[in-house]
């Protein structure tokens, strides 16, 4: 059954959380139930292999992909990409991307789970997209053209998100209700690019209500004067331009700092003088000080144990309403992050090896190989390393077991539908 809208305030309630009541109840669709209103309609089965690309559809095209799982080399940079009419609609399916942890910002960069409208070319006004998992491509989904108007994103997924969980750069007005943003470098952008046109977008209003909104360290990032991988901001925003915000019943979390903050548009509390009607929101902060920006007073700020409790209680609710209904068929990814993007090469004596490891279901063990042997018990569990509880797998290895010389460093993760991948061998001098 579908539980209220308001779950994550009476949720908060029970583990006696203070938060201020005046948030209307909200009652989404149920999750699986497609809503898309009659019209033209197309229909996507079982395992895609090529992308949907249809910029010219009718208005009112409807899609049903409730049990479409788009597997694409890594050479497809666009999952699915639609325009044309009004009203068209998604419901369904998941782009379960490849790419490494490890993979660079130029390679990440332009990848999209979804894009709507075809800049300068062609829009998708009051287009909406439902119950559609995006995982590890750089744009969970993308509004694309200054003519994408009145969007609406329901039960949305995005795993691993490495650049802009959402991507509205037109500043069009828009609603996100009850979606989980499981891993941001970003939550969402409303930032125009360098030289591109866009219309004022001061009247508009993005309003995300009852959704769950988690920045994530990206190892392959693009501010390479860090000493090691951050994220970026909860906002890309446009503080003079950009739409209004409205926030309701959300939950948010964070354990770092941004890395540019609103020295490049960043902002970790809602962008000044962009915040319209706001309330019931909890920021569960698990970094280091207080929360680096102040906060307005719709918001409750949760640290330590107790955030943490918040934050399994709320995702193990979402994920309750949201249960997995459709086969695990695509692998984790996995890279080495020590020795790898960061740490020497050089081994000698007791060393910590880390490797980042992400599925769109979740990792259940991730093995540490040398030469393909295996070194030391899997590990079932990551463990925190550099303000990353979710992803960071650590093996603390003593290299005196090992000949001199040089080896290939490997690692596999594995989930818990038998699904595996290795990643690229990274190679490592032994001296003991």
């Known amino acids: 059954m579908e539980m209220p809208a308001t779950s994550w305030v009476v949720l908060a309630s029970l583990i006696a959380i203070t938060i201020t009541p005046g948030a209307p109840p909200l009652s989404p669709p149920a999750p699986g139930v497609g809503s898309c209103p009659p019209g033209p309609s197309v229909t996507l089965r079982g395992v895609q292999r090529a992308p949907y690309d249809r910029a010219h559809l009718a208005a009112g095209t409807a899609h049903d992909a409730t049990t479409a799982q788009f597997l694409l080399p890594v050479t497809s940079h666009i999952v699915v990409h639609i325009a044309g009419g009004a009203f068209i609609c998604w419901s369904g399916g998941e782009a379960l991307g490849a790419f490494s942890p490890a993979a660079s910002w130029n390679t990440i960069h332009e990848t999209y789970g979804m894009v709507a409208g075809v800049t300068n070319r062609a829009d998708a006004p009051g287009f909406t997209v439902e119950n559609f998992t995006s995982f590890a491509y750089g744009k969970g989904v993308s509004m694309d053209a200054g003519g994408d108007t009145g969007w609406t994103i329901r039960n949305l997924h995005v795993v691993y998100g490495r650049d802009d969980c959402v991507e509205n750069d037109w500043y069009n007005s828009g609603l996100i209700d009850s979606s989980f943003f499981d891993g941001c470098y970003d939550v969402m952008s409303s930032l125009e690019d360098r030289g591109q046109t866009v219309p004022d977008g001061r009247n508009n209003v993005v309003t995300i209500r009852n959704s769950l909104l988690r920045l994530q360290v990206m190892d392959g990032i693009f501010e390479v004067r860090e000493a090691a991988p951050r994220h970026e901001a909860f906002w890309k925003w446009s503080a003079t331009r950009g739409p209004k915000l409205s926030l309701f019943n959300d939950v948010f979390f964070s354990d770092d700092s941004s890395v540019s903050s609103n020295h490049a548009d960043m902002y970790m509390a809602p962008p000044p003088g962009r915040l319209g009607p706001c309330a019931n929101n909890i920021m569960i902060w698990e970094g280091n000080g207080p ?116 080896h290939t460093l490997t690692v596999t993760a594995r989930d818990a539908a038998g699904n595996a991948m290795t990643s690229a061998g990274v190679t490592v001098t032994i001296s003991n």
């Open 291 to 406: 929360f680096p920006e102040p906060l307005p007073s719709c918001f409750t700020v949760q640290t330590g144990a107790r955030g943490l409790q918040v934050w399994d209680s709320v995702v193990t609710l979402w994920k309750a309403r949201h249960p997995d209904a459709l086969p695990d068929v695509a692998p984790p990814i996995v890279s080495l992050f020590q020795p790898g993007v960061t740490g020497s090469p050089m081994l000698t004596g007791k060393v910590a090896l880390i490797a980042t490891a992400v599925d769109d279901r979740g990792v259940v063990g991730v093995q540490f190989r040398l030469d393909g042997q295996a070194i030391g018990p899997e590990v079932t569990a990551p463990t925190l390393v550099r303000k990353d509880r979710f992803t960071k797998y650590q093996l603390l290895w003593s290299s005196a077991g090992a000949p001199d010389g040089s």
